[in-house]
């Protein structure tokens, strides 16, 4: 998961590194809420900038067996209507944008 992140954090590149972020957790199977928000925050820290502000957005996602939709987290992987394991979604597990 910090792999992730850190990747998407570094293509924000040599811009000014801003006080504000936005993470979007696609998949919460792969990021946990507070992880994310713990890394994102050390990582702006680490680049200077006081008092952080990292805002933390899970995406709930489909059971693919019922449908019921819910936020599955790393920790608790199945559906809490059927019981059915959540599959992982396609492509980054986490978004990250300016706030
Ligand atoms: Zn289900």
Request: proline content about 13%; aromatic content about 4%.
């Amino acid at each position: 998961m910090t792999r992730a992140i850190a990747h998407r954090l570094d293509e924000l590149g040599d811009a000014p590194v801003p006080r504000r972020l936005r993470v979007v957790i696609r998949d919460p199977l792969r990021a946990h809420p507070d992880a994310v928000r713990l890394y994102a925050t050390e990582y702006l820290r680490d680049r200077g900038v006081e008092q952080p502000v990292v805002t933390v957005v899970v995406m709930s996602v489909p059971c693919p067996t019922c449908g019921s939709v819910e936020r599955p987290g790393p920790l608790d992987p199945v559906c809490s209507s059927c019981g059915m394991p959540f599959r992982p979604i396609e492509g980054p597990a986490v978004v990250v944008g300016e706030a």
